[in-house]
């Protein structure tokens, strides 16, 4: 049975066309040629590009590669190959609607089969890896779906899962707008306290989460054109829970919107500040000094501006984004580290790589979010020197773009091939020879 399995899928790989539901497949030996490849660490376009697969990893990347006996080559055309794209802010468990509706009327079955479609599209957006910040009441559902990817059974990225987010009573993801008797539960885990924080990331852990989300800021308004965003953890407070992590060997990363939590989450040296939409000149330096990244998220803003659920969301993230984007000219300016995340659930799955083209469009060049998606992301996400990269001895995670992604940062947005692991997941007019 497995050598009629293994047959099968090699015939799927010398096909024309894999539709995006077809089995994924993997041929023992690998060599894609391209018109170009992207090296990502060196800023520069090899033409043309090659890589040789073996297994799951790289053996050998150049304008040429070795061609064993027996290896299948892939001539994929005038494209660009470059390493699988990194979302480091997703909801698998959120899709486009009434956010605190969807999360009350559908059940953690429901959620948990939409996730795992989730992630088969984000993965044939070209997507190889992502964070999941959150499933949005559904518990430790996301590791059913993290368990079934790397058991291949479904299509999906490579993830990391926080589970639940961590809030206060009454914080910023709790069921505030709600009946309170009819006790509609919060989207988040609570804790109102270091020890409540340090026992709730012991009890997430222990049901299979990867890192900590706590959310940090919130409710959040505009007034005068000043953001203001009450915290909802001291740094003390988080300072234990980035310890209790980094005990358990993981990290913690914030929802945190502006000052002075974003602050507080500097000073107690988290892994990431999501959102990041105000950081003063103290927050700046102190993510400088601790290698902080901000994840923006600009996508999310920009589709709310777009298809609120009301006329008035839709002014009000309207002003928030244009905050955000004179906020980000000063976090340009003042050199702090950018990872990639498009907050995206509430916008479709798939469409993210609209991030990199936003952060380009206010400010950064395709070469910057490129390395900020790929080399920055890698490494927020626990597989620095495994990912991010097309280069010998790291996992076989590749993607083909039409164009030149340092010309034009929307070719992400076309991906037509797609290899993760090893296995083709996604695969368009391909020849082979």
């Not at 015939?11 to 018109?35: E, F, N, Q, T, W």
């Not at 480091?88 to 559908?106: I, K």
């Not at 091939?417 to 020879?433: A, C, L, N, P, S």
């Amino acid at each position: 049975m497995r050598n009629r399995v293994r047959n099968r899928d090699r015939v799927l790989c010398s096909g024309v066309l894999l539709l995006a539901a077809a089995v994924s497949c993997r041929a023992d030996s690998i060599v894609l040629h391209a018109a170009r490849l992207l090296d990502v660490a060196g800023g520069r376009i090899v033409t043309p590009g090659e890589v040789l697969v073996d297994a799951q990893r790289i053996t050998a990347v150049g304008s040429q590669v070795s061609h064993p006996a027996g290896a299948q080559v892939i001539d994929l055309g005038d494209v660009t190959l470059l390493p699988g794209l990194i979302d480091a802010h997703v909801h698998l468990f959120l899709h486009p609607g009434a956010e605190d509706l969807q999360t009350v009327a559908e059940s953690v079955p429901q959620r948990t089969l939409l996730a795992a479609l989730a992630a088969r599209d984000d993965l044939n957006a070209g997507y190889t890896a992502e964070r999941d910040m959150g499933t949005e009441g559904a518990g430790s559902a996301d590791t059913a779906v993290r368990d079934a990817i790397n058991n291949h059974l479904i299509p999906g990225p490579r993830l990391r899962l926080s589970g639940n987010a961590i809030d206060i009573l009454g914080g910023h993801e709790d069921a505030n707008g709600y009946n309170p008797a009819q006790h509609v539960l919060s989207n988040a885990d609570y804790a109102n306290s270091a020890d409540e924080l340090v026992a709730t990331i012991r009890a997430q852990h222990k049901q299979g989460s990867d890192f900590v989300k706590i959310y940090e800021t919130g409710h959040d308004t505009l007034r005068d054109a000043v953001l203001h965003t009450p915290y909802q953890y001291t740094a003390a407070q988080l300072k234990a829970a980035v310890d209790e992590a980094a005990r358990l060997g993981t990290t913690v990363a914030v929802h945190a919107m502006g000052e002075p939590g974003t602050l507080y989450a500097a000073q107690a040296g988290v892994a990431s500040i999501d959102h990041a939409t105000q950081l003063s000149a103290q927050t700046m330096q102190l993510m400088k000094e601790k290698h902080i990244p901000s994840v923006p998220t600009f996508t999310v803003f920009e589709y709310f501006a777009q298809h609120g659920l009301t006329p008035e969301q839709m002014q009000r993230e309207s002003a928030f984004l244009d905050y955000k984007v004179q906020e980000f000219k000063k976090q340009l300016a003042a050199g702090i580290s950018f990872a990639v995340g498009s907050d995206v659930g509430p916008f479709p799955h798939g469409t993210q790589a609209r991030e990199l083209e936003l952060m380009v469009k206010y400010g950064m060049t395709p070469l910057a979010v490129l390395q900020a998606d790929l080399i920055n992301g890698a490494k927020l996400l626990g597989w620095e020197g495994q990912i991010g990269e097309l280069k010998a001895g790291y996992f076989a995670d590749i993607i083909a773009v039409p164009g030149n992604p340092l010309n034009d940062i929307t070719v992400v947005k076309h991906v037509s091939f797609v290899m993760k692991d090893g296995r083709i997941e996604r695969y368009e007019t391909v020849q082979t020879h």
